[in-house]
Structure formats: C-alpha cells, structure tokens
C-alpha cells in the first residue's frame, strides 16, 4: 500500500485483510479520489482489483459504513460516498440529488421527531437517501420517535410531459407504462420499508403518497419543516431500453438535477422560501393531491 494516497490496492502476494482493505477505501475517500456522492465500484470489481474473496469484500464496506463514510445499497445499485472530503462542495452549496440529498436525510432523520415532505417523478432518490437512515434505525444507532413521510407524484392517469417518445411516432403507452411501474416499485419500497419500523424498532411511522393531476417541472424536499431543496428537472433526449425495445424518450434523470438548499434560519431569504414552499405543498395536499393507487 502506497501510505501518501493509498492507491496500491495490493503489494505482491498478501492478500489484504478487510481491515486493510477499508483503510485504504478510506483513504481513497479522504484524499478526493473517491468523491462524495460517487459510486463506490462493485464488490466483484473490488475483489478483483484486491485479491480477495467477496466476503472480505463486504466486511470492507461494513468498516466504512460503520464510519459513516457509505450510504447503504439498495435494490442492486451501487453504495455512495456519504462523507465530504476537504476541499469538497460546502452542504450549502448546490449539488447533484444523489450527492446533497443522502446527507441532509440523515441529518433530519437524527431529530426526536422526523418530517418529509416531497414532490418528485418517482421515488427513487428518496429511497435511496433513506436507505442510510434506516439502517441506522434498525440497528439502533438512531432513534426517532416518530418519522411522518408524505410524497405527491403524477397520476397514473396522466399524458406525461415527460418522460414520452422523442418522436410523435414512438410507442407512447411502452414509455408511459415503464415509468408507472418505477413509480409504483419504488413507491412500495419507500412505505413498506417505513412502516416495518413500527414493528422491528417500535416507532411512530405514518407514510402516505398522493397523486398529482400535473407533471411536476422540479423536484422538492421539505425536512422538518426547516429545510427546502429545490431542483429543476432538466428535460433531455437519451435512449432508453424499455422492454428490450431501445426507445429514444424526452425524460430528465432526478439523480442529477442540482439541489438548491435553503434552511429555515438561514436569513430572510431563506426563510421566506421554506415558508411559502411548505404552504405550496401543503395546499396541493389538502386540494389536487388525491389517494394513489400503487396497482
């Protein structure tokens, strides 16, 4: 091992300890080389560049899970960088969804009485955000007394601004029905892993989705009705592979579009738009917003 950068994974014929090799994940992570909100490589690509079985592997990324410099994988994606480096963005300064989000989850998730409130396309950036938290829930490293999720997401019945076919010949019911079926998965994802906390850690968990009559342009997150994160979604052409069909679609990747936060106490600014923000979203609930079926 390289001690200046820890970038040698390996130095002859030793095989590195998971110890080892978490140590030099991490300094991997501390000297910017893996950046926060990145994904980290696969446990296979891992084992390769090591010399190691996937188990060493995986105890590998538990030591730095533990350290909390990894959000938790779900549903075959990828963990992420969870820890700014120095010489990183600033949590104030925008940022890709899938760099600020994961963060400012957990912060929220760390008060006695946890609120979220959001409007997006899908679930999906949600669920992966949470999936830290609730592995801290579950091993009881957190310890809320009551979460309250609230989500609006588009109508099932809708013609979707987007994502639709890039071309007004393309086969609009295939693109429509794949982005139903993400919005539903990650849907039952996001409540069903909740609520289970009411049984297997004993906490107040109220989870509902309402639906939209109305594609929704942006993104937002409202957290314990102290923080705004507003993005835009930024509509793009790009192929996508829909029921083994290359499709060519209109669509914007929530991942990627950039959080702009703004925090309760953060001046008057701020403050206005936390304010009116949380007054918009819960005026769409109680009017528009109406219950969801996740068939």
Known sequence: MNSADGQQATSGPHKPSPTEVAEILTGRIRAGHLQHGQRMPTQEQLAEEFGVERRAIRQALDLLRQEGLLSAAIKGAPARITQPVVGS????????????????????????????????LTAESLNLAIAEPLRLMRTGQLTPETVKVRLMLPSRDLALAFPRPAEDSGDSRLVHE???????????????????????????????????????????????????????????????????????IYDALGSESVLFPFEGGGGTRDEAFVTQSQAWFDGLWGTLAKEITLG
């Not at 899938?98 to 959001?118: Q, Y």
């Open 89 to 120: 963005a600033s949590t104030d300064e925008p940022q890709p969804t899938d760099a600020g989000l994961g963060p400012r989850i957990l912060s929220a998730f760390r008060e006695p009485h946890v609120r979220v409130d959001a409007v997006s």
């Open 178 to 248: 794949h982005w139903l079926s993400l919005r539903n998965s990650h849907g039952r994802v996001l409540r069903s892993s909740l609520r289970a906390l009411r049984t297997t850690r004993d906490i107040d968990v109220e989870v509902t989705l309402r639906v939209l009559p109305f594609t929704p342009p942006m993104k937002l997150y409202l957290l314990n009705e102290c923080t705004a994160l507003f993005a835009f979604y930024t509509v793009t052409k790009r192929r996508e592979q829909i029921e083994d069909t290359s499709t060519e």
